[in-house]
């Protein structure tokens, strides 16, 4: 039985983790099928968007400790080796061209909190819950958590929730710019989002992701000229023209 479901239609993928006796930690197997899932959406030149969910009532309960951690003898080299292959079967998420939304309908914890942040968007089930919980267990956050919650909540609020080990609910995820809506069936509402997306030119979406990437740096010199290139290319689409039309027919 595999531990990562992959189902396409029509190039909206679903990725579902599937080990909900485990609370789809990510363990050995977890994790290799996570990146050998992402990268045969990434080699699916017609993919369009991709929906991540989790089995059961949890989203991802983060990694394995024992496997990860157990073993305390190796040297911080070998860890941090170790480590940067988890980080690999989830981080490649954002490589993606397409919108990826995560629906998260249960617990988001440690690195499944960094898991759901990987993605695009998020949709928050009325029991989902994002928990930085690293310093409760006595760990530094990794998995580009700090990265993830600085962008999200600014550095005052990163660094509060990360010292606490703190958790946020489905209400205060939205509120604080974790998620982007409540929904009651949280993968309904994410399927939504990508079936709409995904009838968006696709050249379009890519750039419209890229640009967002290059805002994000904070330069905005670097994110115009990106627009003026993007804009320009697209000025000459059919659709284009067909706004151009109606508009001189008013």
């Not at 005052?156 to 703190?166: H, I, N, R, S, V």
């Not at 640009?211 to 697209?234: H, K, M, N, P, Y």
């Amino acid at each position: 039985m595999t531990k990562v479901d992959l189902v396409e239609d029509g190039g909206r993928w679903t990725l579902t983790l599937n080990d909900a006796d485990r609370r789809n930690c990510l363990d050995e197997t977890m994790c290799r099928e996570l990146g050998e899932a992402v990268a045969t959406v990434a080699d699916d030149r017609g993919a369009r968007t991709l929906l991540v969910t989790g089995a059961g009532s949890a989203f991802c309960a983060g990694a394995d400790l024992p496997a990860l951690f157990g073993d305390t003898g190796r040297p911080v080299s070998e860890i941090r080796e170790h480590l940067h292959q988890v980080y690999a079967s989830f981080l490649s998420l954002r490589s993606l061209g397409i919108p990826t939304v995560a629906a998260v309908q249960g617990p988001a914890v440690g690195a499944g909190f960094n898991l759901a942040m990987a993605c695009d968007v998020r949709v928050a089930g009325p029991r989902a819950a994002f928990a930085a919980t690293f310093t409760r267990i006595g760990l530094h956050p990794g998995g580009g958590c700090t990265w993830f919650l600085v962008d999200a909540l600014g550095p005052q609020k990163a660094l509060a929730l990360l010292l606490d080990g703190g958790t946020l609910d489905a209400e205060a995820a939205v509120r604080e710019g974790v998620a982007l809506t409540v929904a009651e069936d949280p993968v309904a509402e994410a399927r939504a989002l990508t079936e709409r997306w995904a009838a968006v030119d696709p050249a379009l979406v890519r750039d419209i992701k890229r640009a967002v990437g290059i805002a994000r740096t904070g330069d905005f010199g670097a994110t115009l000229e990106f627009e003026s290139w993007a804009q320009a290319s697209t000025a000459t689409g059919e659709e284009i023209r067909r706004a151009v039309e109606r508009f001189r027919k008013r």
